[in-house]
Each structure stands twice: as C-alpha cells, then as structure tokens.
C-alpha cells in the first residue's frame, strides 16, 4: 500500500511492506545512517522480520524510512529505524515518516505508539506530539529516552465551520455580541482581542484582520491528553502555512488564512485526519 505526502508542495511517497527485502533501499539508508555515519554496531535484528517498514520516496529517490512492529498487549505500536538521507535533513522528512507510521498503526486499531529517542532528538518527538517516560538509559554507547503517543482516532477529526473569520482589537464589545455561535474574546493587561465571524465584527473594533477560515478537533478533549495540537501545527510549519489557535474548555480551534486553508486541509486529510463540514 502507497500514500501520497506533501512538503512545501513537493509529493513523496510512503511504500509500506512487512518484507525488508522488498525495500532495499530501506535496508541501505538504515546501514548508512546508523551504522557508518553514527558507528552503531548492530542494526538488523530478528524484530525486522516482524515489522512494517516505511520507505519515503521523492520520485525516484528514496529519502527517509523507518519501521514499526506490535506490542504483545495488542494495542501498542513501536515505531523507530527514523532514518533520513543527508541532503534531505530539515526539510521535514523524519515528521512524514513518523505521521505515515501512526497512520498506518491507527488504521489497523492501535491506540498508542511508542518509540526509543536519542535523547539528542528528544524535542524533535515532543513536536510530534510523543512525551517522555522514565529515565534516560543506553543503547550501544548512545543515550534514549522512552517517549509515549496516544492515537485517538476521534481526536483526529477535524469539523470545518462554514464562516469567515476575523481577528480584531478593539477598545470595547457590544452586549450583544456574546449571543453568537463562534466568539473568542481574550483580555490581557495590554490589549482586548475579539475573534469572530466577519459579518458580526462590530464598529467598536479598532484593527481587525479579515479572511481567516477555521476547523476544530472534534469531541471534548480531556486535560490529560497531550499532543493533540503540535502534529497540526508541526504539519501547517513544515509547509510555510501560518495558523492562529485558539483553545477553549473542550477542544482546540485552528485558524488558516482563506488562500491557504483549501491546502490545509488536503495536507491534513493526506496526514490520516478526517474532515467533516459542519
């Protein structure tokens, strides 16, 4: 099975097979990566012949993999062997092979992923949503940590609303402005802002910014969860696309300028989020 991503408008694609031997650029990155550039002396093992392993290609070329295999509590996925070429490093390939694993895990019904991070790339997984559990401890002569992401398929939802947003700051609200359906109204000891459709901005309003579409996470959201937020706003940055969030009791708010937000939701639909208009 194949699936299309999207960096910065250039398409790759995730091959998937449960046979290294069928990818073997697979097994040469990996041997590049962490054998001769890291100087690790074991790299293949018994668990590759139990695994999934993702090869990300632009074109022809194949540019990053990585691997996941199932825990023996039936809901866990292990995801690692994030591997990317040299000269495609920071352009937000490792993200894409990560999300086409948890995607590929959430289809087959895992709940969570977890995964061993070299503590050097401990931030790069937080981004991703992961969160650190346990102490740190050693692989070969290298430093891991043990880091942990829920894969809730009914916080990948997102609703789309059908309005036109703006931003404002204003000096003053109405009263009756508080009786609309989508208001977000935020006060500091600096400003008083107002989010709201764009026919209700009121004359009160001193700038306002114009032509914002919006989606929420579908469902209430528990205090708890963690990551919910970051993979959208990893996925928007890595494609130059500017959001404004706005998080409430339940749930989050993404907000996405109108030229932009058509892409958007095609890169998120192509990340594993289902869309639904609301």
Request: charged letters at 25%; aromatic letters at 12%.
């Amino acid at each position: 099975m194949d699936k299309k991503y999207y960096i910065n408008g250039e398409e790759f694609t995730a091959h998937f097979s449960y046979d290294l031997d069928q990818l073997p650029e697979a097994a040469q990155i990996r041997s590049s990566v962490f054998l001769d550039e890291q100087k690790f002396t074991v790299e293949f093992d018994d668990i590759d012949s139990n695994a999934v392993h993702c090869l990300l290609c632009s074109g022809e070329k194949a540019v990053g993999v990585g691997r996941a295999y199932a825990d023996a509590d039936g809901i866990t996925v292990h995801i690692g062997r994030i591997a990317v070429v040299k000269e495609y490093r920071e352009k937000g390939i490792g993200s894409v092979i990560v999300r086409a694993l948890e995607g590929y895990a959430a289809e087959k019904g895992y709940s969570a992923a977890v995964l061993s991070a070299q503590t050097r790339v401990r931030q790069f997984y937080e981004k991703l949503g992961y969160t650190a559990e346990g102490e740190e401890y050693f692989d070969e002569y290298c430093p891991h940590v043990l880091m942990r992401k829920a894969l809730n398929k009914s916080a990948l939802t997102l609703q789309v609303l059908q309005y036109t947003f703006s931003v404002c700051k204003t000096n003053s609200l109405p009263a009756d402005i508080i009786s609309r359906d989508f208001v977000f109204i935020s006060k500091t000891d600096e400003e008083l802002s107002l989010v709201c459709p764009a026919e209700f901005v009121p004359d009160s309003v001193c700038v306002r910014e114009d032509g914002w579409n919006a989606f929420r996470i579908s469902g209430v959201l528990d205090f708890s969860l963690t990551g919910i937020l970051s993979p959208i706003a990893a996925l928007m940055a890595e494609n130059k696309i500017g959001i404004f969030a706005v998080s409430t009791f339940n749930t989050d708010y993404i907000l996405i300028k109108n030229s932009a937000f058509q892409k958007a939701l095609g890169l998120l639909k192509d990340s594993g989020y289902a869309v639904e208009y609301i």
